[in-house]
């Protein structure tokens, strides 16, 4: 359950990541010391480069100061902002996620059943992957959480 002053971050940051095309993938707000430690994921279909890291970075800390200005979280607080992408280890929950790594193998539950292979496609309603040479589909529904499997070539 999120606190109340990291709902408050979220509202201030979510239309800044927007505004600058990328999506807001996760956001935590702790205390480091007598600062406090803004971190926010962001991500997008092209992916995130680091120009794209200093874009949003901007965009999130004027948000942030123009808050404060205005009796915002961080008016009488001192914090720490980090902005990066998220890492290959970030599940794959989201049909955009899934989107953004066709081409990649990955380990998914279809329903109760372990399987592994790779992502042909994603759309609206489901995925296809590839397995073992066949093709199989899953809706949205029956999948659970995908990972990314590191492949060493």
Do not use: C
């Amino acid at each position: 359950m999120a606190s109340k002053q990291q709902t408050e971050v979220e509202a201030i940051v979510a239309p800044a990541v927007t505004k600058a095309g990328f999506d807001l993938e996760g956001l935590t707000v702790t205390k480091a010391g007598r600062r406090l430690l803004v971190r926010v994921l962001v991500d997008s279909d092209g992916g995130v480069s680091l120009d794209d890291i200093a874009v949003v970075s901007k965009a999130v800390s004027r948000a942030l100061d123009e808050a404060d200005g205005m009796k915002g979280p961080f008016a009488d607080a001192a914090y720490t902002l980090e902005v990066s992408s998220p890492g290959v280890d970030r599940p794959l929950t989201e049909p955009r996620h899934w989107r953004r790594n066709i081409g990649r193998l990955v380990a998914v539950h279809i329903g109760e059943e372990p399987v592994t292979g790779r992502v042909v496609a994603a759309d609206e309603r489901g995925i296809e992957l590839e397995v073992d040479g066949a093709s199989r589909s899953a809706t949205y529904a029956e999948l659970g959480s995908g990972k990314v499997q590191i492949e060493l070539k």
